[in-house]
């Protein structure tokens, strides 16, 4: 992998992730309990070799990149790096990113050193395992100008996805965006013994959908981008390459989820929570790398715990019940709260003594979870001050409510935004 460089893209406002996405970008928002979802494509290189990636961010940008200076450093002998390209005015550029392929193009300067021959482009807000060994090994043996990895859908996932055609050498020949017609489904399909005689078991899935993970020539991707004004990979240069140029399938068989809306966030983590968790995060082979902490191992006394995550640093008091959620750094959770199918994300500090005393003087709630507390089919961000015997929960199953001081519903799914204060007996399920 010495002569590939790997660009991932930061994404954009994340709207559909919001409100978690209203102080941070989306690659920097936290999974399970002590990651942020950037950590997972740079495991991914770093787990196959690939130690020079640059990061393009654009938008709320600041928490990402103190995430990666503290975390992906190399030593000064290695020759890796991961270093963030912020969106910025030049002589060249006098405007924002208008795309993920105008992110790139306006770092071409930093493709374009030295040494690079491939240039991979990876997606900030997705959940997988992959080698980029194997898929560089399928580029070169197939001679493409492009490999696009794809993983194999039913046709009745394939409206949400962008949809594949191939020929008997897996060269891609077709591209459909989102088919929503049987019509249109049946220019895409792939026959299920050509997926099988790949060594991946079809088990009904006829459809290969694009995961967003592109490996380029160099010359390829920068001649294609100098030569257009192309701004989205997977609605422009990607259907362009598949008409011009030879781009050729990786199948992946694996794990993947494109971590874009709340409740694809929501599914993605408590999925993480169960015994046959679909991505492995205990994988000998393929760790997940983070920012390196100096906490304390976290406390119990007398809770019950079942089906849960629980992360380093935290304090849960007796009584105290959590089943099939996932509790983050530093969390208090006080005596006899009850949190069920939660995320609670956690707190960046521990609160001083005398601060926490403070606090009910002034009737504001301290930092974590009060006692009584009841949370259930709810994501809580951080460093949330959450009162005691406060009820959050959504019995009625309301889709979507909008928000306000206290929270919002998205999906379904409570959200409480971070450094959210809920006083003492407030409720939300009424």
Not at 15 to 23: E, G, H, M, N, S
Not at 233 to 239: L, R, S, T
Not at 261 to 288: G, Q, W
Request: with cysteine; charged share 25%.
């Amino acid at each position: 992998m010495k002569n590939v460089l790997a660009l991932v893209l930061g994404g954009g406002q994340g709207t559909r992730l919001y409100p978690l996405t209203k102080y941070r970008s989306k690659p920097a928002v936290p999974i399970a309990g002590k990651y942020r979802l950037i950590d997972i494509p740079l495991s991914n290189c770093i787990n196959s070799g690939l130690n020079r990636c640059y990061v393009l961010t654009q938008f709320n940008s600041v928490s990402l990149h103190r995430h990666i200076r503290s975390t992906y450093t190399f030593d000064a002998f290695g020759g890796g790096f991961v270093e963030v390209l912020a969106a910025q005015q030049t002589l060249d550029n006098a405007g924002w990113y208008q795309g993920t392929a105008d992110a790139v193009r306006q770092n071409l300067r930093y493709v374009e050193q030295p040494g690079v021959e491939h240039v991979l482009i990876l997606s900030g807000d997705q959940l997988y395992h992959m080698n980029f060994n194997e898929m560089l090994a399928t580029h070169l043996e197939s001679a493409a100008d492009v490999t696009i990895a794809a993983v194999p859908v039913h046709g009745s996932e394939a409206d949400a996805l962008g949809i594949m055609r191939l020929d008997d050498s897996g060269r891609v020949v077709g591209f459909l965006e989102k088919p929503k017609t049987e019509r249109e489904l049946d220019l895409v399909r792939t026959p299920p013994e050509w997926i099988d005689a790949r060594g991946i078991e079809s088990r009904g899935r006829d459809c290969l959908a694009n995961m967003g993970i592109y490996l380029f020539n160099r010359d390829t991707l920068v001649e294609m981008l100098r030569k257009t004004d192309y701004r989205d990979f997977g609605k422009e240069v990607f259907p362009a390459s598949v008409r011009a140029r030879r781009v050729q399938v990786f199948l992946s068989d694996g794990y993947w989820e494109d971590i874009g809306t709340i409740k694809a966030f929501y599914e993605a983590n408590l999925a993480l929570t169960r015994p046959d968790a679909p991505f492995d995060l205990v994988s000998v082979d393929s760790p997940i790398y983070s920012h390196a902490r100096f906490l304390p191992p976290t406390r119990f006394d007398g809770a019950a715990i079942s089906g849960s995550l629980v992360a380093d640093g935290s304090m849960i008091e007796p009584g105290a019940v959590i089943e099939n959620s996932i509790i983050g750094l530093r969390c208090r959770i006080g005596r006899d709260v009850v949190i069920r199918n939660s995320i609670i994300m956690g707190n960046d500090v521990y609160e001083r003594p005398e601060t926490f005393a403070a606090h009910g003087e002034n009737g504001r709630p301290p930092l974590g979870i009060g006692e009584g507390a009841h949370i259930e089919g709810a994501i809580v961000d951080k460093n949330c001050h959450i009162g005691c015997n406060v009820r959050v929960a959504n019995p009625r199953g309301i889709a979507d409510a909008a928000e306000t001081p206290q929270g919002m519903i998205s999906d379904g799914v409570v959200v409480l935004p971070k450094g959210t204060v809920l006083p003492d007996g407030w409720k939300m399920d009424e």
